[in-house]
């Protein structure tokens, strides 16, 4: 979306992203690819020293570099997600319609702390709940601080007096599988259910994961048809090529 956007504004874009090229470029990567962005690869651990010295690079070639962070994660980029929940809520208002719950894929917090900001400022009761991609609540880098950082940046950045603590931040990290980009059984039955009964397409990494968890939190009653849940669709639906192997062995 950012390659494309570059696109659109007349700019070039610079692609920091983990691993190693493929022989085969497919998925996002193809896409990136057909609208002209240069990737840059590295170690996911390095993913930001990297974002600089490529910035610093261009700078010394006479560029002004604008830097995204990861996720666009960052009191700009979750503004749109403030303004999503403030269009939200005049959707439901409009259908008469009450929530119980919100769910959806949350990584690198940006989503989230917009939702949740969002959720605050329009009086929203329901919970908002991030299922988590590959992050957790404990250890080192621990997410809801990261959480609470974004929302409350965004919020000065938009003049509200609203602010976010880690209470209000809805957080499962139950559905982490084998790893960030390593879909299993949870995420391919999510894929084939929502392809199968609703013909809705999700994206393996993200999408997908966090169907895959709300679907088993419907099986242990967490949810129920007494419940009234949306399931926010944040897309990267072009991640199924990048599967293509595996889902034709699922869906043979
Ligand atoms: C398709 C999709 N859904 C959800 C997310 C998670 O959003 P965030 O990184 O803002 O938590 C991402 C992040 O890259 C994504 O690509």
């Given amino acids: 979306m950012t390659a494309a956007a570059a696109r659109k504004a007349g700019f070039d874009c610079h692609l ?12 996002n990567l193809l896409l990136d690819i057909i609208l002209g962005a240069k990737v840059h690869y590295c170690d996911r651990k390095d993913r ?3 974002l600089f010295q490529v910035s610093d690079q261009l700078s010394e070639a006479g560029k002004n570099p604008y830097v995204i962070p990861v996720g666009g994660s960052n009191s700009i ?11 939200l809520n005049s959707q439901l208002d409009d259908m008469g319609v009450t929530l119980d719950a919100i769910i959806f894929a949350t990584s690198s917090g ?10 605050k400022i329009t009086g929203f009761k329901g919970d908002v709940l991030g299922i988590s991609i590959d992050q957790t609540k404990i250890g080192s880098n621990p997410f809801p601080p990261v959480l609470t ?19 209000d931040c809805s957080l499962n990290c139950d559905y982490l599988g084998a790893g960030y980009a390593v879909p299993g059984e949870l995420e391919f039955n999510a894929i084939k259910d929502l392809c199968l009964y609703e013909g809705i397409l999700l994206g393996p990494v993200y999408t997908a994961r966090a169907m895959g968890g709300f679907l088993d939190l419907i099986k242990k009653g967490c949810f129920t048809k007494h419940h009234t849940v949306l399931f926010w669709h944040t897309g990267g639906t072009p991640e199924l090529f990048a599967w293509a192997d595996q889902l034709r062995e699922v869906f043979k």
């Fill in 16 to 27: 920091v992203l983990n691993g190693t090229p493929p022989k085969i470029p497919n998925g």
């Fill in 48 to 50: 930001d020293k990297r």
């Fill in 77 to 87: 980029g979750s503004v749109g997600y403030v303004n999503a929940m403030l269009e």
């Fill in 110 to 119: 940006g989503t989230q702390a917009g939702l949740t900001l969002g959720a």
């Fill in 149 to 167: 950082q974004i929302a409350n940046a965004t919020a000065e950045r938009i003049g509200s007096d609203i602010r976010i603590t880690e209470s």
